[in-house]
């Protein structure tokens, strides 16, 4: 059974930093990709940064240098480095992770799993 675990989620006032971490695990053979989405109240969930396991990385466009993803292979954990934040960055973060399983003696995948959301929250 795969878990992804996130941590790292708070309230920050504006111009502060939070670093978010999710850590997979559970029968993984290996991490494809894993990535950060968000979903303020009201909106629909959105990509904010994603990273694949050879380290090629994608960012909105709201959060390019301002947030730095980092993937560590050998933990299967994925970080979200946060600085610079916004109001309008307030939201549940999500991990989503396509990972590579066992099933009987074989690799397959990738398969996509999300974690259970941490919330952000920048204000004043």
């Known amino acids: 059974q795969v878990q992804l675990v996130e941590s790292g989620g708070g309230l920050v006032q504006p111009g502060g930093s939070l670093r978010l971490s999710c850590a997979a695990s559970?029968?993984?053979?290996?991490?494809?990709?894993m990535g950060w989405y968000r979903q303020a109240s009201g909106k629909q969930r959105e990509l904010v940064a994603g990273i694949t396991s050879g380290g090629t990385t994608k960012y909105a466009d709201s959060v390019k240098g301002r947030f730095t993803i980092s993937l560590d292979n050998a933990k299967d954990t994925v970080y979200l480095q946060m600085n610079s934040l916004k109001p309008e960055d307030t939201a549940v973060y999500y991990c989503d992770a396509l990972v590579v399983l066992i099933i009987g003696t074989t690799p397959e995948g990738p398969y996509e799993y999300w974690g259970q959301g941490t919330q952000v929250t920048v204000s004043s």
């Open positions: 559970g029968g993984i053979v290996s991490i494809a990709a």
